[in-house]
């Protein structure tokens, strides 16, 4: 299993960014995506995630209506748009796997067992 993420930059307090993770080796019914992040001196925290199964969508409080995750399962890559940014959106963003999510588990980083290495997204004001 690999995850490989990538499009990190710097960029301007309301500009976008698009991170990918490029997906390999899991190709089970029950899989689900998730972007995490972890700003300097802080605890990795959930910021979305999305189902295999039937494509269902959720978000952590702080970027839900500014951040869209998707999947092209014909690229086997997870996005994540990332809009209106602000400074506190700065962090180091990893894609992760897991299998088997429950939807009460979502937002456990120890739940995805798969993690790819951290794109850096810094946000200027």
């Known amino acids: 299993v690999q995850l490989q993420a990538s499009g990190g930059g710097s960029v301007q307090a309301g500009d976008f960014l698009t991170l990918s993770c490029a997906t390999s080796?899991?190709?089970?019914?029950?899989?689900?995506w998730g972007w995490f992040r972890q700003a300097p001196g802080e605890d990795r925290e959930f910021v979305a995630v999305?189902?295999?199964?039937?494509?269902?969508?959720y978000y952590a409080d702080s970027v839900k209506g500014r951040f869209t995750i998707s999947r092209d399962n014909a690229k086997n890559t997870v996005y994540l748009q990332m809009n209106s940014l602000k400074p506190e959106d700065t962090a180091v963003y990893f894609c992760?796997?897991?299998?088997?999510?429950?939807?009460?588990?979502?937002?456990?980083?120890?739940?995805?067992?798969?993690w790819g290495q951290g794109t850096l997204v810094t946000v200027s004001s």
């Open positions: 080796g899991l190709t089970a019914w029950y899989v689900s």
């Open positions: 992760a796997a897991a299998t088997g999510l429950i939807a009460s588990a979502v937002t456990d980083r120890g739940q995805y067992g798969y």
């Open positions: 999305i189902h295999r199964r039937g494509g269902s969508t």
